[in-house]
């Protein structure tokens, strides 16, 4: 059973450019969750998602960022016309059920590395 | 705000010794959850305690939850080389069924 899949690894973009961050969940797993992380920093809550529905979106930016979970395939993270403050690592992390107050364990993947230049 | 905050912030100690982690948290929490993070990876979930827990062991892992206070501890003992990495604490609360909070971590160096 593959773990969390996230591709690319590193993405490297010119401010103004679109970045799109993919995530493939466990097998079986519906429910996926973004997070960004800035150097020697904790993971801050970006977007949780179920297939096809937006569950919680609190934490991403209103403008710029747009997260999909569709039927068929993996989620998208969307970043567009990056600015460099952008630049971050954005893990990505599966769950069988919701994890806040059931307290279910999130599997994250390696994470993509955006640096925008 | 972050709901949980790990101290100290870095801690080196000797290979063999215990690493003790402690996170602060700021309202009630339903479960509250330790990760491990090696540099430039992806966390790995270590142990969850319940709120209706007040200790959990898990091989060379302690955790203990002290809802009166807010606060939690991660205990190492026999620490390796190994477990050199980034460790955070993360709550989930009753208001929210989706998403969990994690604290800004604790930077964990083994000595040899």
């Keep these: ?117 | 705000s972050q709901q949980g905050e790990e101290d100290p912030q870095a801690l080196s100690i000797q290979e063999g010794e215990n690493a003790t982690m402690n996170c602060s948290y700021k309202t009630s929490i339903n479960n509250l959850q330790w990760y491990r993070q090696n540099s430039g990876r992806g966390l790995v979930h270590l142990i969850l305690i319940r709120s209706n827990e007040r200790e959990k062991h898990s091989g060379r892992l302690r955790v203990t939850l002290d809802t009166s206070k807010k606060s939690s501890s991660l205990l190492i003992t026999a620490s390796r080389a190994a477990d050199t990495a980034s460790y955070f604490c993360a709550t989930g609360t009753y208001s929210s069924a989706s998403k969990i909070i994690f604290g800004s971590g604790t930077r964990l160096s083994i000595r040899p």
Excluded at chain 1, 31 to 44: A, D, F, T
Excluded at chain 1, 47 to 66: A, C, H
Excluded at chain 1, 71 to 85: C, D, F, N, T
């Design chain 1, 1 to 117: 059973n593959a773990g969390v899949m996230q591709n690319p690894r590193h993405l490297v973009r010119r401010r103004g450019q679109e970045a799109r961050l993919r995530c493939s969940p466990m097998k079986g797993h519906s429910h996926v969750y973004w997070y960004r992380q800035l150097p020697e920093e904790g993971l801050k809550f970006m977007v949780y998602l179920q297939k096809e529905n937006i569950i919680d979106e609190s934490g991403m930016p209103k403008e710029r960022f747009s997260a999909e979970f569709p039927k068929e395939g993996p989620s998208i993270l969307r970043i567009q016309q990056v600015v460099r403050g952008d630049s971050a690592a954005y893990f990505c992390a599966s769950s069988p059920s919701a994890s806040g107050r059931e307290g279910n364990e999130q599997f994250f993947g390696p994470g993509t590395r955006l640096t925008v230049l």
